[in-house]
């Protein structure tokens, strides 16, 4: 006899309630722009279009630290790889510049996996140090300022391009979205990774070729962290000095808000979307509603802690 | 001396434990009287450890009466059976590695000063308390950590004669000390008796209860057999009252013992400073061979080594007639000859607890269950189906958390995640521990019809009575050594029990001798 | 009966981190010596002092966490949202700087409580619970100071940052005549001392019990509750310890540059370094291992980097390069304890 036990869907979960509190945002912005101004200008389809382009690149980054997440590490080196990438891409310009921006990622990705699998060095402080190393490179190169150089053509068309007017760069996200979506559910390295971060021990006792998979991982993380990086300078035309600062903790925060744990094992894609949205349409409406940077920081902390808090508890 | 007209110290009446089904302690007494060293004898999972824990308020009781002093008692926590003096040691579970050795044996109640830990006082305390147990070369500076595993056992029983107790409980406490600590301690447990403390003593081996006890208490199944004085009864019948139980369980049939070609082979395996020392079997395909012993005699290491965990591992592995050359689970797996391993903690090492059924059942084949590059969900629905049916497991949904199972069904998904890959040998550690009846019979009908299929098993048990109804041969295994290896008549249970407590084959030899 | 007299070797053995870390800096600051054009004087050491203090107090905010087997990803924005607010209030008279420290310090503090109540209670992990506050801290010190300034009052300024020959005068304890016959007392820098000020409290805390829980939780969670100890209490004392220190770091800060700034970069930038310099300290992200001394030198270590590479005339710009990549040699060279693994299953558990 079959016993019929409601089925687990406590996964989907933070996913709902990272979707509803996008709508809530959004309902409260329209509420405030409806008085303040007499428009629902958050509604607007081109407003949309351009907060979704704006946070694709985010999106980007974030389905990289997921990734990384889902095994149990974490990847600081992600500011400075994003500018590296560009900044490299920038540099070198003409049709290689996209692949050498592309390559930088994966041999950082490469150098991480190596420190946290087989050196077994912790991923917080690892990826930090090459994070410096990056930096450092950087500095070395650029001389500490902007570079004058520009992004190349293609650049500018996967950051600020069009398409039958959707933003490329939300086209990106869509395919980058699409593709780790289904590495994570239907591969089996997308299972390893779960596996892996659920415990270790178990993942090398079946088998599992643990320390490949969290190269891998890392790897991915690096490219996709590049890849965010030669849209962004596609969007802004070029690469600069801090243009990765604000990409590593708000992507974290999003994969978290998405449900995913920070020690790895569990969470799904879906959420890490969620999560993306949650924290890029929190921006746009307490830019819009005119906050300051001090107010939207502070929402911004008690948004991520109060979602934590409410998971918890009905978890 | 007439104890038996004295108030005991202990009083234990009716007590009973159950753990979900089973019931770990029924109806027990027991009385302890002060200035005495009370033994508790059983085989593994007799009910001496969950009786200890009941005392010293690691767990409640369910029912029954316990005295302290001819009080009624009931802790809540460990602290507070320390309290009221009833102090139990346990396997280095209470130590800190980072803090060092004062500071551990101090850490609950330190001595102040102004306020503030008086670390002279401390260093002070702890010299006293190791000089009492013989361990003045134990600097109290060093850190738990750096301390060998004997010392550190010696550190937890000066921690645990820091609390000044009036009942001292040792659980298996001398099963990591040395032959030399091993003295020491006894002569710390006379003094201490001579200062009239009681103690309850629980040990495997059998010379050091002759040597120590007053007066020893066998169980069997979570119920009290018998209590006597020390020199009442001999080995022989102590060990018969051990393991005289009525046989619950039914075994598969085994096959008519025939000789095999091996097919697993080691010889000279060695590992770790003495942990594993010139282990020599072989284990044919058809075969069920047993690893008997006490606990931590080494049975789960030889069982890592095969499997790739352990490095610089010494001596020969073939496979087939083949040098196996396997460093990881990994190759073991993916091995011509291909290996599973059964491993001794389903909760961390076998199952991913917070993932799905069906993910676990298939974490060993992964590739097994693609079409192309993409896991095929239909593939994979059928493999998970045919293996819930396979082991009858119990659940809901496939997709149901591991958690949500009970031991036995989670056990059953460990071995079928393996049967996945259909392995050419086996190897379980201790694969029914802590498992329903019906589902100890279930696998062991599986391994017998693994083996008919021409598997080759190695299977490590705690449990002597499986080991008999189960393996076709037993190889037991003593501090790294395999000591004995039993087959057909000889595979009895006085002598696996005999050879597991090391006594030579005096027990065996003579019930042999009684038999014939 | 041996009595144990202190033996060195043991001692020694114990604290192999925090020599390591000592010695390093003591080679590295010998080598910024002997080739400084000006060479040992009070006003060179002086100097390093102010601009390593900050980081030193943000590297002992960083060691309690750590010690636990936690992180505190809110001390760079404790750091900042206390010097902003120290920016309002320490000027004035005597008695309102005074009150003003205070109010700094048990701010600070109390943030780093709220730290330890979210995670002992809220059940949520460290990294991501002071993720969060850090935004918040951040979000105050930029409502405390939109715009860099405010007022710091000069005498307390000199009085912390200067040598402690001048904070003597200053405070009109000594009178200038006296200053001769305390030339080399007098010209320690008195940041240096408030760093053994602090230690100094840290001293007697460690050996209070809930000081002893704080190492013993991480040094193994269930010995430590299987002891008895305070397992919430010592996680909640770690944050606030955590908390108070980083406030500290925030106050000098405000003495150095005289005002308040919310500068969002700088507090990740000391957070990130203030993890780096636990860790080349000898301490263990896992929990147990670590020391107050070991991190002070580890913040050291990575100041004095930098002050070598002026006197090195190393290329302004390949500086950050070389820092990163010493940091990423000093923590890869841990890794070699992997070869003592015998039990591949050890790496794992």
Redesign the interface.
């Known amino acids: 006899m079959?016993?019929?036990?409601a089925?687990?869907n406590s996964a989907d979960r933070p996913v709902y309630i990272a979707s509803a509190f996008v709508v809530l945002i959004l309902a409260v912005g329209t509420i405030y722009t409806l008085v303040a101004q007499g428009t629902a200008t958050l509604l607007s389809p081109s407003y949309l279009m351009q907060q979704l382009q704006i946070g694709s690149f985010l999106g980007v980054v974030a389905a990289g630290m997921m990734i990384v997440i889902l095994i149990g590490h974490?990847d600081?080196s992600v500011p400075w790889t994003l500018t590296t990438a560009a900044m490299l891409a920038t540099a070198v310009g003409g049709p290689w510049a996209i692949l050498l921006g592309l390559s930088l990622g994966a041999v950082v990705g490469l150098v991480n996996g190596v420190?946290v699998a087989y050196?077994?060095?912790?991923s917080?402080?690892?990826t930090?140090?090459?994070?410096?190393?990056?930096?450092?490179?950087m500095?070395?190169m650029t001389?500490?300022t902007s570079p004058q150089s520009q992004a190349t053509e293609l650049m500018r068309f996967l950051g600020a391009g069009t398409l039958m007017g959707i933003p490329v760069a939300l086209l990106v996200w869509t395919l980058v979205s699409v593709c780790v979506s289904?590495v994570l559910t239907?591969?089996?390295f997308?299972?390893?990774l779960?596996?892996v971060g659920?415990?270790?021990?178990?993942?090398?006792?079946?088998?599992?070729?643990?320390k490949r998979v969290i190269v891998v991982s890392f790897i991915l993380c690096g490219l996709l962290t590049a890849l965010a990086g030669l849209m962004l300078a596609g969007y802004s035309a070029k690469a600069y000095q801090?243009m990765g600062?604000l990409y590593a903790?708000p992507a974290?925060?999003a994969v978290?808000i998405g449900g995913a744990n920070?020690?790895g094992?569990?969470g799904k894609y879906r959420g890490t979307v969620a999560g993306v949205l949650v924290v890029v349409f929190l921006n746009s409406v307490l830019s819009i509603m005119q906050m300051?940077?001090?107010?939207?920081?502070?929402?911004?902390?008690?948004v991520?802690?109060t979602m934590?808090?409410v998971y918890?508890r009905k978890a | 001396m007439a104890i038996e007209n004295r108030v005991p110290h202990l009083c234990l009446q009716g007590v009973t434990k159950r753990y979900g089904g089973i019931t770990a302690l029924n109806n027990v007494d027991l009385a302890v009287h002060k200035g005495r060293i009370h033994a508790l004898l059983g085989e593994n999972g007799a009910g001496k450890s969950t009786l200890i824990k009941v005392v010293s308020g690691v767990v409640p009781r369910d029912s029954g009466r316990i005295t302290l002093n001819d009080r009624e008692i009931a802790f809540s926590t460990p602290r507070a059976a320390n309290e009221a003096g009833v102090v139990c040691v346990f396997q280095e579970l209470s130590l800190m590695p980072h803090l060092s050795v004062a500071e551990n044996i101090s850490i609950a109640r330190p001595p102040r000063r102004y306020g503030l830990i008086d670390t002279k006082a401390q260093i002070r305390l702890a010299e006293s308390l190791l000089a009492r147990i013989g361990c003045a070369d134990i600097d109290p500076r060093s850190r738990v950590g750096e301390l060998s595993l004997s010392r550190r056992q010696m550190v937890e029983i000066a921690k645990a004669l820091g609390k000044e107790p009036e009942l001292l409980i040792l659980d298996e406490a001398t099963s990591a000390l040395t032959h030399r600590d091993v003295e020491l301690f006894f002569e710390v447990l006379h003094g201490l008796r001579a200062q009239n403390l009681s103690i309850l003593y629980v040990s495997h081996r059998m010379h050091e209860i002759e040597i120590l006890a007053d007066r020893l208490s066998v169980f069997r199944n979570g119920s009290h057999v018998a209590s006597f004085d020390r020199g009442e009864h001999d080995e022989a019948e102590i060990v018969e009252m051990m393991i005289g139980r009525e046989i619950t369980t039914q075994y598969p049939t085994k096959p008519a013992p025939k000789t095999v070609p091996p097919f697993l082979e080691v010889s000279g395996l060695s590992w770790g400073n003495g942990a594993l020392r010139d282990l020599s079997f072989t284990a044919g395909k058809g075969e069920i061979v047993g690893l008997g012993g006490l606990d931590g005699q080494g049975q789960t290491q030889l069982l890592l080594a095969l499997?790739g965990?352990l490095k610089g591992v010494t001596g020969s592995v073939r496979i087939g007639a083949q040098a196996a050359g396997i460093n990881?689970?990994?190759e073991?797996?993916?091995a011509r000859d291909r290996i599973a391993?059964i491993?001794e903690d389903r909760k961390?090492?076998?199952?991913?607890?917070?993932?799905?059924v069906a993910?676990n059942l298939?974490?060993?084949s992964?590739?097994r269950v693609?079409r192309g590059?993409?896991?095929s969900e239909e593939k994979a629905r059928d493999t998970v189906n045919e293996a819930i049916r396979r082991l009858r497991i119990?659940i809901?949904?496939p997709?149901?958390?591991a958690w949500?199972l009970s031991g036995g069904n989670q056990q059953k998904v460990v071995i079928a995640?393996w049967l996945m890959i259909e392995p050419e040998i086996i190897l379980l550690n201790d694969p029914t521990r802590g498992i329903d009846v019906g589902t100890k019979q279930e696998i062991y009908q599986l391994l017998r019809a693994l083996a008919d299929a021409g598997a080759t098993v190695v299977m490590y048990s705690s449990d002597y009575d499986e080991l008999i109804g189960c393996c076709d041969r037993v190889e037991v295994m003593y501090d790294g050594r395999i000591v004995a290896t039993l087959s057909g008549e000889s595979l009895t249970e006085q002598a696996l029990v005999s050879h597991a407590l090391n006594l030579g084959n005096g027990v065996a030899r003579s019930k042999e001798m009684e038999s014939t | 009966m041996t009595t144990h007299r202190f033996k060195l070797g043991l001692a020694i053995r114990q604290r192999v981190g925090t020599i390591t870390a000592g010695a390093i800096f003591a080679l590295l600051y010998l080598a910024y010596h002997v080739h400084h054009p000006n060479g040992f004087t009070a006003q060179v050491v002086g100097q390093n002092a102010n601009e390593s203090v900050a980081l030193v107090l943000a590297a002992m905010a960083q060691t309690v966490p750590v010690l636990i087997g936690g992180?505190d990803l809110s001390v760079g924005a404790v750091m900042t949202m206390t010097n902003c607010l120290a920016s309002h209030v320490l000027s004035g008279n005597a008695q309102e700087v005074s009150l003003g420290l205070a109010a700094c310090i048990l701010v600070s503090t109390a943030f780093g409580v709220m730290n330890g109540v979210?995670v002992v209670y809220?059940?949520?992990?460290p990294?991501?619970?002071t993720?969060?506050?850090?935004?918040?801290?951040?979000?105050?010190?930029?409502?405390l100071r939109?715009f860099p300034g405010g007022e710091i009052s000069e005498t307390l300024s000199l009085l912390l940052t200067g040598s402690l020959l001048d904070s003597l005068v200053e405070s009109g304890l000594v009178s200038q005549g006296v200053t001769d016959n305390l030339s080399v007392l007098g010209n320690l820098p008195t940041p240096m001392l408030l760093v053994f000020a602090a230690g100094a409290l840290w001293i007697p805390f460690q050996r209070t019990v809930t000081g002893r829980s704080i190492v013993a939780v991480g040094s193994s969670e269930t010995a430590a509750f299987m002891s008895g100890l305070p397992v919430p209490r010592a996680k909640i004392a770690a944050f606030a310890v955590s908390g108070m220190l980083a406030g500290c770091a925030g106050v000098f800060l405000a003495m150095q540059t005289l005002s308040g700034n919310?500068d969002l970069?700088q507090a990740?930038t000391y957070t990130?370094a203030s993890?780096?310099a636990v860790?080349i300290g000898g301490a263990v992200?896992?929990g147990g291992v670590g020391g107050m001394l070991g991190s002070v030198f580890g913040a050291l270590i990575l100041r004095v980097i930098a002050f070598n590479f002026r006197i090195f005339e190393i290329?302004p710009?390949?500086?950050?390069?070389?820092?990163?990549?010493i940091?990423?040699a000093a923590?890869?060279v841990?890794?070699t304890r992997?070869l003592r693994v015998k039990n591949?299953?050890d790496?794992?558990?």
């Open positions: 079959r016993i019929t036990v089925k687990w974490i600081l420190g050196l077994r060095l912790p917080m402080i690892f930090l140090a090459v994070n410096a190393v990056l930096q450092g490179s500095v070395a001389g500490g289904t239907r591969t089996p997308g299972r390893s779960y596996i659920n415990s270790e021990a178990a993942a090398y006792l079946s088998g599992i070729p643990n801090g600062d903790l974290i925060a978290v920070i020690l094992g569990s300051s940077e001090a107010i939207r920081q502070i929402v911004y902390g008690f991520i802690l934590l808090l918890r | 499997f965990v990881s689970p990994q073991a797996k993916n391993m491993p961390t090492e076998g199952l991913m607890l917070a993932m799905s993910d298939i974490s060993t992964l590739d693609c590059p993409f896991i119990k809901g949904d997709s149901d958390p949500t995640k | 992180i979210i809220g059940r949520i992990q990294i991501i619970a993720l969060a506050t850090s935004a918040i801290a951040l979000g105050l010190a930029l409502l939109p919310a970069p990740g990130l993890i780096a860790v992200l896992t290329e710009l390949i500086q950050p390069l070389v820092e990163g990549t940091l990423l923590i890869s841990s890794a992997l591949r299953l790496l794992y558990r």
